[in-house]
């Protein structure tokens, strides 16, 4: 199970990398293109805060917004749209995508673990929530579902040729026949 959580792990860092650097691009390319000062250093910002799920977009927009107010009011509403529409575009269509295919972690699980860990351990708990979710899920998979009640699961983060478990193993070697 540790080996399964570690490439789960591996694999959720591996699509957040992703991304925060589509984001981080999305912001530069926006913030350049409106002609805000500094659109690469605030991109690199709204990229890194994009780790952060649903506090980090709110978190991120503030330094552009600020930016942009030193530039006129009318900027200001542009940038506010901007970072808008691509944080709907990330939490909506980019991350879903992403997370589904690394990990098939439901949205709504990152939501309520954001609720659940912030509530219990504060800024720290929604910082960790996501990986958190992450290690609550393989857990509740490998040692319940597949462990207690015996249902076999696909893993995305097992590897090609390695069952996620023993029982599985036994499956794809198939019938014994005997000596």
Known sequence: ????LGTTLKRWIIGQSITMAVVGTLTAIGLA???????????????MFAF??????????????LVASMQGPVLVGYVVALYAGIHFVEGNL????????AIE????????????FGLLLGPVG??????LAVVL?????????????????????????????DEAA?????PRTRD
């Open 137 to 165: 899920l393989v857990a509740v998979n490998a040692l319940y579902i597949e462990g207690i009640l015996g249902e076999r699961r696909a893993w995305p983060s097992a590897p090609l040729n390695k069952p996620a478990s």
């Open 126 to 131: 929604v910082l960790l929530a996501a990986p």
């Open 94 to 101: 980019i991350t879903p995508l992403v997370q589904a295919e």
């Open 52 to 65: 952060v799920p649903y506090v980090g977009p709110i978190l991120a927009s503030v330094s552009g917004i």
């Open 170 to 174: 036994e499956e794809c070697a198939g």
């Open 33 to 47: 293109l409106l002609g805000v000062t500094a659109p690469i250093a605030l991109g690199l910002i709204s990229g």
């Open 105 to 116: 972690l439901p949205p709504v699980l990152t939501l309520f673990a954001t609720l659940v």
């Open 1 to 4: 199970m540790l080996e399964l």
